[in-house]
DNA sequence: TCCTGGCACTATTTATCTCCAAGTGCTAAT
DNA sequence: ATTAGCACTTGGAGATAAATAGTGCCAGGA
């Protein structure tokens, strides 16, 4: 354990650096705390020692190392209210009546990444608690129509489906069937119902029930997978660490939605999660802040990506705040 | 008019300077051409006066100005025919035949950005000729529900709308009158079908009709909204004169959205555009190349953006096959 | 009249050197 | 345990120099 004026020193370090983007000096901190730099300079040098702090080359300043900003967020991080401004306009967003909730997160995201000049990520998707409410079909031509799922919580999917030698009649008493029979089913156990409450009925009596069954299959699978929305991106353009168009080339093709989706996927923790570094799999110079949220209509994770060298506090607590606000 | 050497030359340097990125030199032309260095390089002057060249430094070889591209792209650009895998890309996408053509658009578009390192861009929205074909409300609870309205190619839109004191039946009697009246209207002529034909009526017996009407005339507007869809913004960090922080600050802050569709709106050209470094509003030194499409479920426009060294007869030829795909 | 070889001239690039500022580490004294 | 003092290190800013890759122009020849 670090003895008292240690964790200061330490804390003083990465808010100075976070804040300057530049090593940080002794004399700098022997003007805050009341003792000299040559004090400071031998706490330094043991916080070194202990892997929490880094030196860029002999004679420079020191900057945080990977376990200096664990160290920080798991101990010295301070649990502060949320700075005014910051506050204002994410309430401004969530007591607006007539929006509605995707549109609030997408919102208030909006926000974090415009506020920080972080990137910003909402990975959503109709929550189990999403029941199928009607399922209905549109003609188009003699074999094209249009399948429309809804459910009770207002979620909506459909597909323009081409089906050879089906007749429309055949559709329509399929659709019936499962209008029928699996209305008021957890979207996510539809697929199975298909599976083996529908398909073997309509085996019967429809020629090409393959077809069929293959196509309503697809509208409901679309519901399962998770919709992306990365908000400032280019921000990070603002970041000193990533001034130079390789590093830059490097980050954008590892915050592409395929890889995000993987990264920043769904877990069941309750809190608001840290991976700093190469605690991630996007690049060792960025911190990823993640905290999952659901509501009885859609359930998702929120994620602020950022350099290493970034303001923990401020986006965590922006985050709890946007959390709770979708939560009821 | 420029004599033939004169448009030989100016073609050499646009060509190798499209490939190199580097400034010509008259040693480099006179290899091909069968002439000594200093004849070129007095030709190359005579361009410069011309105002089609320029040199980057007194003693350095020549770039093509503005006007030289310019130039180039009215005169001296010959319709190849496109390059082998171009085309085969291009060919696989749109012969699948299990692909929507949506999805063939977006496809197609993916594959120009990879192969020429551009970005592309295609704005789309449902054709004039889409006709309302149907509007369905669902019910979700006693102030809640959702419209959904499908055109007869296939088009669906839908919203959740709240309403207070609306009762389920006055909304059902609204949308039978809209599914009597305007079914078979042109989608963009709907706002003002609704407007003088049904406001009145509902007027009469609901009481909240304002509140309604408003609803569902916004889901009919969300039809009359362009999407966009951006490709490959990110490829321009691999072009070299784009390789300082700052320009590519400037740059994607021009690549949102918003300002795309501003700048690549659909007209009524059917031919392949060109806007070069300054005749465009993106930035001042890249090119966008547009044209637009229209089949009878949806029209709209492409667009390949990039430097305004950029391989003007590759992405001609590929959005041209791209078009016409499109078109049949 | 057009083309060409030759030559003087110029800007960019790269490397090397020097000098300065801002740091550190260590030691001896308090 | 703290501090003042001093030697030492590094990166960065400028200055200089040499090498390179070009151009412009002129005079002589087809």
Same mark, same amino acid.
Do not use: W
């Given at each position: ?71 920080? =967020? #798991? ?23 007539? %929006? ?35 399922? *209905?079909?549109?003609? %188009? ?35 019936? %069937? ?11 156990? =539809? ?34 997978? /998770? #919709?992306? *929305? ?9 970041? /000193? ?39 991630? *799999?996007?690049?060792?110079? =960025? ?19 950022? /350099? ?21």
């Amino acid at each position: 354990m670090l003895k008292k004026r240690q964790n200061q020193i330490l804390k003083l370090i990465v808010e100075s650096y976070v804040k300057q983007a530049k090593p940080v000096s002794s004399n700098q901190i022997c003007k805050i705390l009341k003792c000299s730099s040559a004090t400071v300079r031998s706490e330094m040098a043991f916080l070194e020692e202990e892997g929490l702090l880094e030196k860029t080359h002999t004679s420079s300043g020191r900057i945080p190392s990977e376990e200096g900003y664990r160290y920080y =967020v #798991d101990n010295l991080l301070e649990p502060k209210k949320m700075n005014g401004e910051d506050m204002l306009k994410l309430q401004i967003i969530f007591h607006n009546q007539s %929006l509605e909730l995707s549109d609030c997160i997408a919102k208030s995201l909006q926000v974090v990444s415009d506020m920080t000049s972080y990137t910003a990520v909402v990975l959503g998707k109709a929550s189990h608690d999403n029941l199928l409410k009607e399922i *209905n079909v549109v003609p %188009l031509s003699t074999n094209q129509m249009i399948v429309i799922v809804v459910t009770d919580k207002g979620k909506v999917e459909h597909k323009t489906i081409t089906l050879e030698n089906v007749s429309l009649d055949e559709v329509k008493k399929t659709v019936d %069937l499962i209008n029928h029979l699996i209305v008021g089913t957890p979207i996510d156990e =539809v697929s199975t119902k298909l599976e083996f409450e529908i398909k073997p009925i309509i085996g019967q009596y429809v020629k090409q029930h393959e077809q069929l069954y293959n196509a309503i299959y697809h509208v409901f699978n679309d519901f399962a997978s /998770p #919709d992306i *929305n990365v908000v400032g991106r280019t921000k990070f353009l603002e970041q /000193p660490e990533f001034s130079n168009v390789e590093k830059i080339k490097h980050l954008f093709s590892k915050l592409k939605e395929e890889d995000l989706l993987q990264e920043i996927k769904q877990d069941d923790s309750n809190n608001i999660e840290v991976y700093i570094g190469k605690e991630n *799999n996007i690049d060792e110079d =960025v911190t990823i802040i993640k905290t999952n949220f659901k509501t009885d209509s859609e359930e998702g994770t929120l994620a602020v990506i950022g /350099p290493k060298r970034m303001e923990y506090d401020r986006v965590m607590s922006m985050l709890k705040f946007i959390k709770e606000n979708i939560e009821r």
